[in-house]
C-alpha cells in the first residue's frame, strides 16, 4: 500500500490533526478521493467524536490502548445508549507486538439459570418474535462492566475510577445532542412509550423531543457509574445496581436473578485465525461466528485474483457472493457457544474446506440458496451496535465491537440505573430453523440453554503484517457485520485503497437466506445487470455496518472514520 511520509516526532501531541478542508485539499493533491487522518503516535477511531477525543487524551497523558479503549467504552455507553452500553456485552481483541500475542475477551451476555429451551413458543411450538424483543424475558446477563474491567485490569495502566470519570462527567453534566441522536430517540418512541421509566430518560418531563443542541443529562446512569467508580465492577452484579435490576426483573417478569449476575465471568479465548495473502488474519472466535467466517470466506476467495478482478467488477461480488453464501450456510449448522457445544472451528477455517467450497463455484452462474447446505467441515478437523479501533505507538492494539442488539435494545430502561437492557435472547434460536431479527437461521447448536451465551456476528478483527499490527477493524450491523469486515480487509489488501477509502467505498452483502444480494447505492447498474444474467437477484438498501478503522504502516497510524455514521471521529496524537 501506498505509504504516505512520517510526520515529524518533534510536533506535540493534539496538534496533528487537519482541518476537514486541509485533508480534502491533499487527498485532490495526492489523487484520492479519501484521506485518512494520519500521526506518528497512535490512534483512535470511534463511533462518537466525544468517546474519540476522550479515548485520544488518554493516549496523550501516557495511557495505553486498552486505558483508551476502557475508557471510550464507557463514554460511549453514556454518548450512545442505542447501541453501547453498559446494559449490553460484547468481544474485544487485543494485540500486543511486544509478546506476540493476540488476546480475545468474550463478554458476551449469558441466559438466566431459569431459562428453557421453548421459553420463545406458544404453546403450539410455534416462535413468538415479540417475547424475545420488546419483554423483560429478553435480556440476557450484561458482561460490559466485568469486561471492560477485565481488560482493564489485565492489560491496562489506569484505574477503574479514572477510566469512568469522563463517562460520569457527561452523564452528570450531559452534553449537546446532535441531530443523529434526536432522529434515533424521535424513531425508537413507540419502544419507549410502554415503559415510565424510559420515557422519562430519554425525553423531557413534558414528554416533548430533545432538539438538536439541547443539552441531555442522565443523573441516574451518573449515579449508577459513580457506584462502580467507587465499589469496583462487582457493585453490578453483586451491590446496588444488581438489585436495581433484579426489581426490575421482579415487577415485569423477567427471569434475572441475584445470582446470575453474581455468577457472570468474562471469558478470556483464543482468537480465531487464518491467513490471507501473507496476512495474518485475527478475529473473534465462537460464541461469536464473524472470526470463523472471515477465515473461512478470505480462504474460498484467496484463489481469485480480485486485484486484477478489480474493485466493484461482476466476477468479484459474484465470487463474493458465492462465497457469503457458502459461509452463513454453515454458520446456521455449526455455531454456537463453545462451552456448550462442538463447533468444528478448524475446519471450518481450513483451506483444504475452502477448496472444497470453491469448486462449487462456477463463474458464469450464480448457485441458488435453496441447493447449498450446511457442509461437512468435521472432515478437515485435526474439532445497532457499536465498534471502535485503537492503536498507540508502543505495539497494542485495541479491535472492540459491543451491543445491547437492537438500536436502543428491549427499550427497557432497568428504573433508577438508567441504562438500558438489552434484547440478546432474540440471538438464540427461539426455535431451530426459524429467522431472529436479521434473518439469520439458527440451529441446534444455537438453542437457549441456562449459562448459554448466543451466537453473534460482532467482528472484531486485528490483520498482523510480518508479526505487526497492520489493520485494526470491525463494525456493527448486525448480520451484516461479518461482510462489512471482510470488505474493508479486502479493500485494503486487495485494492490497496488507504483506510479512509476502504471504509468509504460503497458495500454489498449476501447471508445465504434471503437469496438476493443486497447493494449499497455506488454500485455500477452495468454491473448490477450482469450479476442479474448469472442468476443473482439484486436488492437495493441501505447503508452498510459503520467500520471504525486503523491502518497502521511504516510507523505512521492512519485512521478511518466511517461517513455512514454521522458521529464518526478518527483522532491521531
Not at 483464543?270 to 472470526?291: I, K, L, N, Q, W
Amino acid at each position: 500500500m501506498q505509504t504516505l511520509k512520517r510526520l515529524s516526532a518533534g510536533v506535540l501531541a493534539g496538534t496533528l490533526l487537519l482541518s476537514p478542508l486541509a485533508i480534502a485539499q491533499q487527498a485532490i493533491l495526492e489523487g484520492e478521493r479519501f484521506h485518512p487522518q494520519e500521526s506518528a503516535y497512535g490512534m483512535v477511531s470511534t463511533s462518537h467524536f466525544l468517546a474519540s477525543e476522550i479515548s485520544r487524551d488518554v493516549l496523550a497523558k501516557g495511557g495505553n490502548a486498552v486505558d483508551a479503549a476502557v475508557t471510550a467504552g464507557f463514554a460511549l455507553a453514556v454518548t450512545q445508549p442505542r447501541s453501547g452500553n453498559i446494559g449490553g456485552g460484547g468481544f474485544m481483541l487485543i494485540s500486543d507486538e511486544s509478546s506476540g500475542e493476540v488476546i480475545a475477551i468474550d463478554y458476551r451476555e449469558t441466559a438466566p439459570d431459569s431459562a428453557t429451551e421453548t421459553m420463545f413458543q406458544d404453546e403450539d411450538g410455534n416462535a413468538v418474535t415479540e417475547r424475545s424483543r420488546y419483554t423483560h424475558l429478553a435480556a440476557g446477563v450484561p458482561g460490559t462492566v466485568a469486561g471492560l474491567a477485565l481488560a482493564l485490569e489485565e492489560y491496562g495502566t489506569m484505574s477503574l475510577a479514572d477510566a469512568l470519570a469522563p463517562a460520569i462527567r457527561l452523564a452528570e453534566d450531559g452534553f449537546a445532542v446532535p441531530l443523529r441522536f434526536v432522529k434515533g430517540l424521535d424513531d425508537a418512541r413507540e419502544r419507549f412509550e410502554p415503559w415510565d421509566t424510559s420515557m422519562a430518560t430519554f425525553f423531557k418531563q413534558d414528554g416533548s423531543s430533545y432538539a438538536v443542541g439541547d443539552v441531555f443529562r442522565q443523573p441516574a446512569l451518573a449515579a449508577t457509574l459513580k457506584r462502580i467508580a467507587e465499589h469496583g465492577a462487582s457493585e453490578f452484579y453483586e451491590g446496588e445496581t444488581a438489585r436495581l435490576i433484579v426489581a426490575e426483573m421482579d415487577k415485569h417478569g423477567g427471569l434475572m436473578t441475584m445470582e446470575d449476575l453474581a455468577s457472570y465471568e468474562p471469558v478470556l479465548r483464543e482468537p480465531s485465525h487464518g491467513t490471507y495473502r501473507g496476512y495474518d488474519v485475527y478475529a473473534m472466535s465462537p460464541p461469536s461466528s464473524g472470526g470463523a467466517h472471515i477465515v473461512q470466506m478470505l480462504n474460498i476467495l484467496e484463489e481469485y485474483p480480485i486485484g486484477e478482478m478489480g474493485f466493484g467488477a461482476a466476477d468479484t461480488m459474484h465470487v463474493m457472493a458465492e462465497a457469503m453464501k457458502r459461509a452463513y450456510a454453515d454458520r446456521s449448522e455449526f455455531l454456537g457457544d463453545t462451552d456448550f457445544v462442538d463447533v468444528p472451528l478448524a475446519g471450518i477455517t481450513s483451506k483444504q474446506y475452502a477448496d472444497e467450497l470453491r469448486d462449487q463455484i462456477t463463474m458464469d452462474q450464480a448457485t441458488p440458496s435453496d441447493t447449498i447446505k450446511a457442509g461437512n467441515p468435521t472432515a478437515y478437523e485435526s474439532n445497532e451496535t457499536t465498534h471502535f479501533s485503537i492503536a498507540d505507538n508502543n505495539g497494542l492494539a485495541v479491535s472492540n465491537t459491543y451491543t445491547i442488539n437492537f438500536s436502543y435494545g428491549s427499550g427497557i430502561v432497568v428504573e433508577g440505573a438508567g441504562f438500558l437492557l438489552n434484547n440478546e435472547m432474540d440471538d438464540f434460536s427461539a426455535k431451530p430453523g426459524v429467522p431472529n431479527a436479521y434473518g439469520l437461521i439458527g440451529g441446534e447448536a444455537n438453542k437457549v440453554e441456562p449459562g448459554k451465551r448466543m451466537l453473534s456476528s460482532m467482528t472484531p478483527t486485528i490483520v498482523k503484517k510480518d508479526g505487526s499490527n497492520f489493520l485494526v477493524t470491525g463494525s456493527p450491523g448486525g448480520s451484516r457485520i461479518i461482510t462489512t469486515t471482510l470488505q474493508v480487509l479486502m479493500n485494503v489488501i486487495d485494492h490497496d485503497m488507504n483506510i479512509q477509502s476502504a471504509v468509504s467505498a460503497p458495500r454489498m452483502h449476501h447471508q445465504w437466506l434471503p437469496d438476493e444480494i443486497r447493494v449499497e447505492s455506488g454500485f455500477s447498474p452495468d454491473t448490477l445487470k450482469l450479476l442479474e444474467q448469472r442468476g443473482h437477484v439484486i436488492s437495493l438498501e441501505p447503508a452498510m455496518g459503520a467500520a471504525q478503522s486503523i491502518v497502521i504502516d511504516n510507523d505512521v497510524f492512519y485512521g478511518g472514520a466511517d461517513p455512514r455514521r454521522s458521529t464518526s471521529s478518527a483522532i491521531g496524537l
